[in-house]
């Protein structure tokens, strides 16, 4: 039983690694906002700040992430929570792509020098149980607040 246990634990971390590096073929969405902000502005605002870093072609799940996470925090903060998805291809000299060596689709959650990664939270439950999605942003926002 044990065996059984580790064996399907192994299997859902390797299947949760996989879609958080590769994202499979999807339509070509441009939905990355023009908002370019530096790395200094976050650090000197101490504002939270959510960034959504990801590829030019987006499978289904990647889209989802996206979409979640703006009604997350369309849902619980309205508009005080900035929000920013940004083409990590299109826009390889950000700085904010530069400061958190984005090289993969990533949902972090900012406030100054502290930064929490979604990433994995996300992918698992984005499509399948978004509200636990919005939980865990819900929860991550408010403890930096």
Known sequence: M??????????????????????????ISENSTNNKLTCDENQTTGQVKVYYFHATRRCATCEAVEAVTKEALKEYYGDKIPFESINREKEKDNPLVKKYKINGQTLLVVKGDKMVDLTSAAFMNARTNPDKLKSRIKATIDSML
């Open 2 to 27: 044990k065996k059984l246990i580790s064996l399907l634990s192994l299997t859902l971390f390797i299947g949760v690694v996989t879609a958080s590096t590769q994202c499979c073929d999807g339509a």
